[in-house]
């Protein structure tokens, strides 16, 4: 019997590859060829040229940014063949985030699986393909998906409506062209931005701000806690009041208010201890599995209110 032998095949070594990313790449097509045709979308009429491609990827890239996409982050793409898709290609190679690729025709369990293995935490998607919903099948998937922490729906009005409504865009871009967030962040001693929350989820409790995350990452090391948000309802005197939804570890279990207090006390501001305590089986959740704490605090006002 022959003996087995490794074999290989490779083609010639000149001229070597070049050492170029694919933005540079990118950047270049579209210098030495702004007038040629580049991406055609039939189904729509539209049409760019090399010179478009680069400029529209920004856009994106701008909007991966603002979401705090950075450089290895894996970002996917769940949709059919789009222009949308190409952009976003661009985009995540702008930002030197990983761009990982989701089968349209998926259902539930597999892209569940797909993100939770590549530990993506952007979603770009088509909201349905066929006779799949990928915004439900997204919202389900997310409860699997550590990392996932928004969903961007292609061709979703409400993503454009922006656009077309000058005063709401001069709240979110200031003149100089810098887009406000609505993030609280610290600078960490490594150069890396930490986001610990929204602006618009502090809570002013008799001019004191309190910070619903710290308020959160506390209660849940309370053992009976499974988890928790913290939001701000309103207080005749102090303005705002601080309120906890909480999911308890034991379902079966009871929990009443004055058990966090106690374990707040000499360990947490007095200003910080919630003063009021909500046992729920879970949040109210965005499709990109974000919890809406507009809802939360609407549930706390209305209960209160009675």
């Keep these: 019997m022959a003996e087995q032998q490794l074999s290989e095949e490779h ?16 950047d270049r097509t579209a210098l030495a060829f702004p007038d040629r045709e580049a991406l055609v979308d039939v ?3 539209r049409r760019w040229t090399w010179s478009a491609p ?16 950075r450089p290895g982050d894996r970002v996917a793409v769940w949709a059919a063949n789009c222009p949308e898709w190409v952009l976003t290609q661009y985009a995540t190679a702008r930002l030197g985030a990983v761009l990982v690729s989701v089968d349209p025709a998926y259902r539930t369990r597999e892209p569940a699986y797909v993100l ?3 530990g993506v935490s952007v979603l770009v998607a088509q ?59 610290v600078m960490r001693s490594d150069g890396y931005l930490a986001v610990v929350g929204r602006i618009k989820d ?5 001019g004191e ?33 601080v309120c906890a939804f909480v999911v308890l570890r034991d379902p079966a279990a009871a929990l009443d208010i004055e058990e966090p207090a106690a374990f707040c006390r000499g360990r947490l501001a007095h200003d910080k201890t919630p003063r009021y305590l909500r046992v729920v089986p879970g949040f109210p959740l965005t499709a990109g599995g974000k919890v809406r704490k507009t809802e939360l605090r ?9």
Aim: aromatic content about 4%; charged content about 30%; glycine content about 8%.
């Design 11 to 26: 083609g010639d070594d000149e001229p070597a590859p070049p050492a170029e990313t694919i933005r540079a790449r990118l």
């Design 43 to 45: 189904e729509t009429g």
């Design 54 to 69: 680069a400029a529209d990827v920004d856009r994106p890239a701008r909007g991966l940014r603002a979401l705090v996409v």
């Design 116 to 118: 939770r293995r590549a």
């Design 127 to 185: 909201p349905s393909y066929r006779d799949g919903d990928h915004r439900a099948m997204a919202a389900e998937a997310a409860t699997d998906c550590p990392a996932l922490r928004e969903a961007v729906w292609i061709g979703e009005p409400g993503r454009h409506r922006l656009l077309e409504e000058p005063e709401r865009t001069a709240e979110a871009v200031d003149p100089d062209g810098w887009m406000h967030t609505g993030d609280l962040a």
């Design 202 to 206: 502090v809570i002013i409790r008799g």
């Design 209 to 241: 701000n309190v910070y619903p995350r710290e308020v959160e990452e506390f209660l849940h090391t309370h053992p009976a806690i499974a988890d928790v948000q913290v939001v701000g309802v309103p207080d005749e005197h102090l303005g705002e009041e």
């Design 298 to 306: 609407d549930l706390a006002a209305r209960a209160l209110a009675r």
